[in-house]
């Protein structure tokens, strides 16, 4: 071999050695995807836990390939959350968790959720979740551009009030109720006799002190968290609807994490539902406590009167089927009659 053909031969294998290890930075750029995932509550609330966990499994499960930032409070999206949801169809938001009651406004099935007393227990409401019904909710935001990654559950709601007891479903009448701005709450508590006042979530706490309005509903860990026990005296177990929170990311972002790592993601969120649905239902009973601590009279509804609310309730079913869809309204009636 003379000079020249060694030359060349060795450049030839510089430039092939260049060209692989190029290709390698090029891969492991591509992989390193940084991402936001926006909640509305504190760190320290469910969502915000839940979160983080699904943070570290991503972080865990990719090798640090993929990695979410969590920012609570709404600091993303200024605390309106109809407004989150369209940042995340937009891309302007990567991640978000978010209940299924706020969904509800842009896709319509989600309202079968929480059709007022729907589900008779947690295991009913998770199944619900895993099942059919929950993967063609997930499918359903894709029209938005969103990405559904998993639901999990949320505990009933509950009413607080400032100073009237609510233990029959007459003491509703002529309560001023924050609700959120979904049709199907509105109604609940309008034939409940209730006066229903939708408003944004971070304008709750102020419209609660200026006894604006006179009480909220919410999942037990939201009074405590946000510290309505300061401004309301009563948690009345009402326990009207279910609701969930959803996990999503805008298909932006999901087009942004390689491909070789989606399944992980998903894992990871699969994963931090199964461990939050055990949590959210083990704790209920504890924040209860937690409330009664911080001077909240927990107030059961007396005999029969649960009986009288659910037949008023009920009675909404009928002027929500066009909303939902027959066809998906039946199939979650049937699936929890089953």
């Known amino acids: 071999m003379n000079n020249k053909t060694k030359t060349l031969t060795t ?10 290890t190029m290709s390698m930075l090029g891969s492991q750029a591509h992989a390193a995807v940084n991402l936001r995932l926006a909640v509305p509550d504190p760190a320290q609330s469910s969502v915000g836990q839940a979160a983080s966990r699904f943070a570290e499994l991503v972080d865990e499960k990719t090798g640090g390939e993929v990695t979410f930032q969590v920012f609570p409070d709404g600091v993303l999206f200024s605390g309106d959350q109809n407004a989150a949801i369209n940042q995340l169809g937009s891309g302007a938001l990567d991640g978000l968790i978010l209940a299924s009651s706020v969904y509800a406004s842009f896709e319509p099935r989600m309202n079968a959720i929480s059709l007022p007393y729907l589900f008779s227990d947690y295991e009913q409401l998770q199944a619900y979740l895993d099942g059919e019904p929950g993967q063609e909710l997930l499918q359903s935001l894709s029209r938005l551009n969103i990405h559904g990654l998993d639901f999990f559950l949320r505990t009933f709601r509950n009413v607080t009030t400032r100073d009237t007891a609510i233990t029959t479903a007459d003491d509703f009448s002529g309560i001023t109720l924050r609700t959120p701005n979904n049709p199907l709450f509105v109604e609940l508590f ?34 405590y968290n946000n510290r309505f026990y300061e401004v ?5 177990m009402t326990q009207h609807v ?13 087009q942004r994490i390689p491909e070789e790592y989606r ?13 939050r ?3 959210e239902i083990d704790q209920e009973q504890e924040i209860i406590e937690k409330l009664k601590d911080e001077g909240m009279q927990v107030n059961q509804l007396a005999d029969g009167e649960l009986e009288r609310i659910q037949a008023t309730a009920q009675g909404v079913y009928s002027e929500f089927s066009d909303t939902i869809g027959e066809e ?10 089953q």
């Open 232 to 236: 309301q005296g009563h948690l009345n």
């Open 263 to 275: 399944d992980e993601v998903q894992q990871a969120a699969n994963e931090m539902t199964a461990e």
């Open 11 to 20: 450049t030839k294998y510089h430039v092939a050695l260049l060209a692989i």
């Open 242 to 254: 279910a609701d969930a929170f959803l996990l999503a990311l805008s298909d932006n972002a999901w």
């Open 277 to 279: 649905n055990q949590i």
């Open 328 to 337: 998906f309204m039946q199939k979650s009636l049937d699936f929890v009659n």
């Open 190 to 223: 309008k034939a409940l006799g209730a006066n229903p006042t939708p408003m944004a979530f971070s304008e709750v706490y102020s419209a609660l002190q200026l006894e604006a309005i006179d009480g909220q509903e919410n999942p037990v860990e939201v009074p």
